[in-house]
């Protein structure tokens, strides 16, 4: 490929929109195009990387024995009324009408479609298991579209789906899954991390998110550098304290602290430590009769150390809060505290609360917790001696760096990360709303077992940027560089000689396999080369009039900070074993 035949549209200055690293370098390297909210263009630079990440999933999601088919984007309606999702699902599923008034969707995801084409071509125990796959555009109206093509509203997926006659078997496809994700991660080049994610209402430890790691992801990742252990926030267990409750030492004792109205305030304003406090939080369930109104509202009081925050995953796994939660409203508060927040505690309360404490907050002595008065808190709070134990003890905080880690084999560390896959174990959650069975050996109908398993195509790039960036631009790695070479040749149209060997050392690396670009453009090597680095191909050759005359042609990887020169007869050889590298 030559650079005039091709469409290279850098910047100088990225557009003022632009918040973080990716979406900056990925303008100003021309590679997308803005059209509208959250909605791009992908240029040709960027659509080789997009190819090239395709490429590679295709590769192993058939070497796993996955079969590719394309499903709609446009979607009836009906099928997403089926399992409920039609009403379920928020404004961010796009809902449109045909000229016939007929409802329509334009997909965020696809499993009703395909297990509609299952319940159609699965009709024996002798067809499964199945894995079905695409690599379609997606669309989800999010509220607030941004970080480019990070969170943007049309993107790309590959989305893949098992069926299976039981739920071993599925757990068997989740594990090939699982292996042919590490496998397409292997090869993109990028420092990731497979980590165990929540499964939600379906339950079971059948569920990972492949996190990108990068300072500006959106999600925390936790994992022991002494050990396999990694989850995410919502997953990862906090142990509870090895050491029993110490005994009472303190007495009782209820003490001003005007207008100090969190733990970090009363803890400066105290002098004491933070981790001696204990903040309230209060959550309502309610009760409904068949017509949808509340019969019967429980009021719930959660206690957790002063310095820690609330994991909703987790809040929402504890039993009576398990089928649904939400924070208590200002009234409620009122009446059964008689104070407003920032000063509640489970002591002296108007109306019964049920009372959960997290596993540290459990075996504290000593702790400080608010009055139920405006101003005033208690010292000296503890279980058995000043209040009733909890009805409940759990996990409800999310951990913090330093934690013991839940294999016991050392502590935890916390790093950000872009989520940019996730497989999930389904069970009959769409299969069984969508009647999609099949004939066992008896001849009897049973429910498929499903799986699912997502790969954000278009998210990709930007988590490799976020990753793989530096002042002057994007690192690409070479698996998915929209080029692998770029020939640099310094005055081409006043040298016939610096001419004949660009071209010649284009060609032998095209007729090589390799995906190497001239650039015959006539730029100034300044520009040249800071149009390549702000790009970032990985490999750069660069070919003048004075290195031919010393039989010398320069390499330099995109992450080193000086040119190498190589003997012009060995510079294949040198670029071949690079790139084996």
Not at 213 to 230: F, H, L, N, Q, R
Not at 255 to 282: E, H, I, M, N
Not at 484 to 506: F, N, Q, W, Y
Request: a negative charge; aromatic letters at 8%.
């Amino acid at each position: 490929m030559k650079a005039s035949q091709f469409l290279i549209s850098t910047l100088k200055e990225a557009p003022a929109d632009a918040e973080v690293v990716s979406h900056q370098l990925m303008m100003r390297a021309g590679m997308i195009k803005r059209l509208g909210a959250g909605i791009y263009s992908w240029m040709p630079m960027g659509l080789r990387v997009l190819r090239k990440i395709e490429a590679i999933v295709r590769q192993e999601m058939n070497r796993a024995g996955a079969v590719e088919l394309l499903m709609p984007v446009v979607q009836p309606a009906e099928y997403w009324q089926e399992t409920g999702r039609w009403s379920k699902m928020g404004p961010e599923l796009m809902r449109v009408k045909d000229r016939h008034e007929r409802d329509f969707i334009i997909q965020p995801t696809s499993e009703e479609v395909v297990t509609d084409i299952a319940r159609q071509e699965l009709r024996s125990y002798k067809q499964l298991p199945r894995n079905l796959y695409h690599i379609q555009t997606k669309f989800r109206d999010e509220r607030r579209p941004r970080f480019g093509v990070m969170r943007s509203r049309e993107f790309i997926m590959k989305d893949a789906y098992s069926f299976d006659r039981d739920a071993a078997g599925a757990k068997a496809s989740y594990q090939s899954m699982a292996k042919a994700y590490r496998a397409i991660f292997d090869r993109f080049g990028l420092r990731y991390r497979a980590v165990a994610a929540d499964s939600g209402a379906i339950g079971g430890d059948l569920s990972e998110e492949f996190q990108v790691i990068a300072a500006t992801g959106e999600d925390a990742i936790v994992y022991c550098p002494d050990s396999e252990y990694a989850a995410n926030m919502e997953k990862a267990e906090a142990l509870a304290p090895r050491e029993p409750r110490p005994a009472p030492r303190q007495a009782l004792e209820k003490v001003p602290t005007p207008g100090k109205a969190t733990c970090a305030d009363v803890a400066t304003f105290l002098d004491l430590p933070l981790q001696r406090t204990v903040k309230s939080l209060v959550l309502a369930t309610d009760r409904t009769d068949d017509a949808g109104q509340v019969v019967e509202t429980q009021v719930w009081l959660l206690l957790l150390r002063g310095d820690h925050d609330m994991n909703e995953i987790k809040v929402g796994k504890v039993p009576g809060l398990d089928t649904g939660f939400r924070f208590a409203t200002a009234g409620e508060i009122v009446d059964h505290f008689g104070t407003k927040p920032g000063y509640l505690g489970p002591l002296d309360v108007r109306k019964p609360v049920r009372v959960v404490a997290d596993r540290e907050v459990a075996v504290m002595a000593d702790w400080i917790c608010g009055s139920n008065e405006e101003d005033f808190h208690t010292v000296g709070v503890n279980w058995g001696r000043d209040l009733p134990e909890p009805h409940a003890v759990a996990d409800l905080r999310n951990v913090v760096e330093g934690d013991p880690s839940p294999d016991g084999k050392g502590r935890l560390v916390i790093e950000r990360g872009i989520e940019v896959g996730h497989i999930f174990y389904l069970g009959t959650k769409y299969s069984a709303p969508m009647n999609a069975s099949f004939l066992d050996e008896g001849g009897k109908p049973q429910l498929m077992e499903m799986g699912c398993y997502g790969i954000g195509v278009t998210r990709l790039p930007a988590a490799g940027i976020e990753q793989n960036h530096d002042a002057r631009g994007i690192i690409w790695p070479d698996a998915i560089a929209p080029f692998t070479v770029v020939v640099c040749p310094i005055g081409m149209d006043r040298s016939a000689e610096v001419k004949a060997a660009a071209e010649k050392l284009h060609d032998d690396l095209a007729a090589s396999g390799v995906d190497v670009l001239l650039d015959d453009r006539g730029e100034r090597p300044g520009a040249m080369f800071a149009d390549w680095e702000l790009i970032g191909v990985p490999h750069r050759v660069v070919i003048s009039d004075r290195g031919l005359k010393e039989g010398q042609l320069e390499y330099q990887h995109r992450r080193d900070a000086a040119a190498t020169k190589v003997p012009a007869g060995e510079v294949l050889s040198f670029l071949r074993g690079r790139l084996q590298a």
